[in-house]
């Protein structure tokens, strides 16, 4: 495959594809089930007008439409090198494994196909050697899990984690056999020829096709520490899958956190490279002392955990200022010692390395406008606490940590700058993009202004498939028994159901609350529904032991809002507690409405109904995954009726027949005729 591509007069392919996409071309042959879309057919040969000019486009298909393969048939034919981004670690799996190689085969294209990961998804030979060397284990369950690690070496060609089941995801063994960008020796190491890193970027740099992540690409522009930065300027097209989460992520890594636990890890291995290399340099008990005692006041500066506040929000008198540039002393302190000391060791040097980054990071909160404690409340409020460039600062404390931020209020400037220069095509395509087909709030989060946008409908015929049913009574969302309520009316209905049910909440605490009560619930009324929690067991375990019961109850927060598919009849209801707005306390949301406003925009109209809408289709797209699903999709927000935007809302979901009666959803599912709202 070329390099480069040759720009084509739009409509150069539309033949092609409709040749390709037909019932009897390649596709229809290879793919099991495959029928001709013509949504998917449409999107198709817009991406590929946009690959032929290499220009940008945002792309809306509704659930159904088959999106992936209109995206990867005109990559693999006309893309040049492409770089596809997709949502999770688990959808770039399952590119890369399942769907690449199908379109693939079906078209005979002769592309080389690479995954690339983020550094922690891959074992690293120095750091297991040194595991296993020095027996760090804190449990027994460690010790088996590194045996089977130290196995699965002698075996694998890719060293990514994802190919040992045996070992989970989640164990703590793996940040002892893994590097990060702090720890890693780089040319310096004895097994840099072997490093499963470098050898996934070497293939990332020959391959037409290469399959990332969204963090791993935004880590890369922010960090450039993943191997993206040396594909980006031979890539001609940028396919951003899932792209609504674009916003989110970007702005996770244009900001820059520091936290107490960063400084406690370093005083750690301070300790254990010092003791083990420079024992005569320095007593290395009496320099990380201090700093450990530093981070932890630091922590202490606010009593509870759950905090998240604005700098101007901290009192000038809070015990948070002092503490803070006790804490930047005290590193400065250690970092004097590790200068004298770093020559004894490659080990010493790299903590030395990673203590300067930690000062530089604290320095800069602490310098940018807002953040000094000799402000004023009132003066502090006046700057917006914003930081350099229109940025956010703002501290949040957790059980045994606290994070210092400092986040941009918009990444549009910063994304803008990585997409000038070299001429490309850039494809942002997801389900949920616009709002009633309006795209510009994401265009405006992400600086695409003047982009072209499309939107092609589901083929679902969602007026016949689904019902939306909006109970009766139910109290205001900020009421302190609304959970209770919440459940009091989804009871009937999951009854009515059979089970067969996903109760997506906004929050822990309602998942908590809402698991309790249906627990007792269930018991009292004989109800024999499997119960499923989130955080009982992981995601993925969680879905098949619910796929696999047919009449299980699923009760979850965010994490099972998007990225899940369960088709047929053992999901046939969703019921959402309450509309998805951001928490009114979020310190950033809070600076970003305050900047709409003083352009003298509406900060709810303009950012919290878009966002909180987009979040909701999300949410509504997990009840009809295929074309013979049906289901209810019950709201319990009264929100949805009695404020004015409500309409706004069901109008940019799915058209369902519409009820607020019990006895229509219970008819619904008998199959009767029903008569809509």
């Not at 969204?214 to 522009?221: E, G, K, Q, W």
């Not at 804490?327 to 990673?354: D, N, S």
Request: include cysteine; charged fraction near 20%.
């Amino acid at each position: 495959m070329s390099a480069a591509i040759a720009t084509a007069a739009p409509g150069a392919h539309d033949a092609d594809i409709d040749r390709l996409f037909a019932s009897s071309g390649p596709l229809g042959q290879a793919v099991g089930g495959f029928r001709p879309r013509q949504a998917q057919t449409e999107m198709a040969k817009a991406i590929a007008d946009a690959i032929a000019q290499q220009r940008t486009l945002i792309a809306e298909a509704g659930t159904g439409t088959g999106k992936t393969f209109a995206y990867l048939v005109p990559a693999l034919l006309w893309g040049g090198k492409v770089i596809v981004s997709t949502g999770t670690k688990n959808l770039q799996d399952q590119l890369y494994l399942r769907d690449i190689p199908t379109v693939r085969k079906a078209l005979s294209a002769p592309v080389s196909v690479a995954l690339l990961k983020g550094r922690a998804n891959y074992v690293c030979h120095f750091h297991l050697e040194r595991t296993l060397q020095n027996g760090r284990m804190t449990s027994r369950e460690d010790v088996g899990y590194l045996r089977e690690i130290s196995r699965f070496m002698k075996t694998t060609s890719s060293g990514d984690k994802a190919e040992l089941s045996k070992v989970p995801e989640t164990a703590l063994i793996w940040n002892l056999v893994t590097s990060t960008r702090d720890t890693c020796m780089g040319a310096e190491c004895q097994y840099y020829q072997d490093c499963f890193v470098m050898k996934a970027r070497k293939e990332a740099q020959q391959a037409d096709v290469v399959v990332v992540n969204h963090h791993l690409f935004f880590a890369d522009v922010a960090l450039k520490d993943t191997g993206v930065a040396e594909l980006l300027p031979s890539a001609n097209t940028i396919i951003f899958d899932e792209a609504h989460q674009l916003p989110e992520v970007a702005t996770l890594f244009f900001g820059n956190t520091v936290s107490t636990s960063q400084i406690l890890e370093l005083c750690r291995d301070v300790l254990a490279e010092g003791l083990s290399h420079a024992r005569d340099g320095a007593d290395w008990g009496q320099v990380v002392v201090p700093v450990e005692k530093a981070a932890r006041d630091l922590r202490l500066a606010f009593p509870q955990e759950g905090v998240r506040l604005a700098v101007n929000q901290i009192a000038p008198s809070s015990a948070f200022f002092p503490a803070l540039e006790t804490m930047r002393a005290q590193l400065h302190g250690m970092i004097a010692v590790l200068e004298k000391q770093a020559e004894r060791a490659e080990t010493i040097e790299q903590c030395r390395t990673r203590a300067v980054e930690l000062g530089h990071q604290l320095d800069s909160w602490n310098s940018a406008p807002g953040a000094s404690s000799g402000k004023s409340a009132k003066k502090a409020k006046a700057s917006g606490a914003e930081g350099e460039e229109g940025s956010v600062l703002w501290v949040e404390a957790f059980s045994s940590s606290l994070q210092l931020h400092q986040t941009p209020l918009s990444i549009a400037p910063i994304f803008n700058k990585q997409r000038e220069g070299v001429a490309r095509s850039w494809i942002f395509t997801s389900a949920t993009l616009a709002v009633k087909n309006d795209f510009q709030h994401y265009a405006s989060q992400m600086g695409l202004w003047d982009e072209p946008a499309q939107s092609w409908p589901s083929p679902f015929d969602y007026g016949e498939q689904g019902l939306l049913y909006v109970p009766h009574n139910l109290p205001q969302p900020n009421s302190p028994d609304y959970t209770d309520a919440v459940i009091d009316a989804a009871l009937p209905v999951i009854e009515a159901a059979g089970g067969r049910a996903f109760l997506l909440c906004t929050t822990i605490r309602a998942v908590n609350r809402a698991a309790e009560r249906l627990r007792a619930e269930f018991e009292a009324r004989h109800l024999d529904f499997p119960l499923m929690v989130q955080g009982e067991a992981g995601r993925t375990e969680l879905l098949d032991r619910f796929r696999a019961a047919g009449n299980a109850v699923l009760i979850g927060s965010q994490s099972f809002w998007e990225g899940v598919d369960v088709r047929g009849e053992a999901l046939s209801l969703v019921i959402i507690d309450k509309l998805p707005f951001s928490p009114p306390d979020d310190p950033v949301l809070a600076a970003r409405i305050d900047a709409l406003e003083s352009k003298g925009m509406n900060g709810f109209m303009h950012h919290q109904l878009p966002a909180a809408i987009i979040n909701l289709k999300q949410g509504a797209g997990r009840l009809i995954r295929d074309e013979a699903d049906r289901g209810v999709l019950m709201i319990c927000d009264p929100r949805l009726i009695s404020k004015g935007y409500g309409r706004r809302i069901w109008q940019s979901l799915p058209p369902f027949k519409r009820t607020r009666e019990l006895d229509a959803v219970k008819a619904f599912w008998r199959g009767d005729a029903i008569d809509p709202d």
